[in-house]
């Protein structure tokens, strides 16, 4: 049985790399394996990643597709079936779903979804629900509390931007 100590690479498998231009006995001196003369013997010819000999390439032939937005809103993603795992009247955050593992990472804001089912009355406090979700955690009991997004905090907007633009008196 293999296993991670004994693990060997298959017979054959890899090959000693070819050290051209290292005089006549080496079998390749001399022009080093690139034959006589032509644009391929020479040096900074057009072996570059996809060159197709002068036919337009294939990345240039196929249509350009995708875009991602760089100012982008991204969520944490959490189902009803995840919330079943809080105590009857708890509040349900971000800092309480940090807490209990299900966020990870750094995110815009905290969307709850409606997959699963809901049986606990549960104070829900998320960025954005959706209509599932929210029907689904009222008629549990429990209530919702739709949180506004904010990207930073308007302190730090203030301090990144005080004073520019306004020219100092000289004194």
């Known amino acids: ?8 690479r298959p017979a054959n498998s890899w090959h000693r790399k070819k050290r051209v231009g290292r ?7 001399k022009t080093a394996g690139r034959g006589g003369k032509g644009q391929k013997a020479r040096s900074g010819n057009m072996r570059f990643e996809g060159f197709e000999g002068g036919q337009s390439p294939l990345q240039r032939r196929l249509p350009k597709f995708g875009f991602i937005s760089p100012n982008r ?14 105590d009857a009247g708890a ?7 940090k807490a209990r593992g299900l ?16 049986s606990k009355k549960l104070t829900v406090r998320a960025h954005k629900l959706s209509a599932t979700a929210r029907e689904a ?22 301090k990144a931007h005080s004073g520019k633009g306004v020219k100092q008196a000289k004194s």
């Open 91 to 97: 509040t349900v955050d971000e800092a309480a779903l």
């Open 137 to 158: 955690v009222e008629k549990a009991g429990g209530s919702v509390e739709e949180l506004p997004l904010v990207a930073h905090k308007p302190e730090a907007a203030a």
């Open 103 to 118: 966020v990870k990472g750094r995110y815009d804001g905290v969307k709850v979804l409606g997959n699963g089912k809901l």
């Open 23 to 29: 005089g006549q006995g080496s079998g390749l001196g």
């Open 1 to 8: 049985m293999t296993t991670l100590n004994n693990l060997k």
């Open 73 to 86: 809103t991204i969520y944490a993603v959490v189902n009803l079936a995840d919330l079943e795992a809080f």
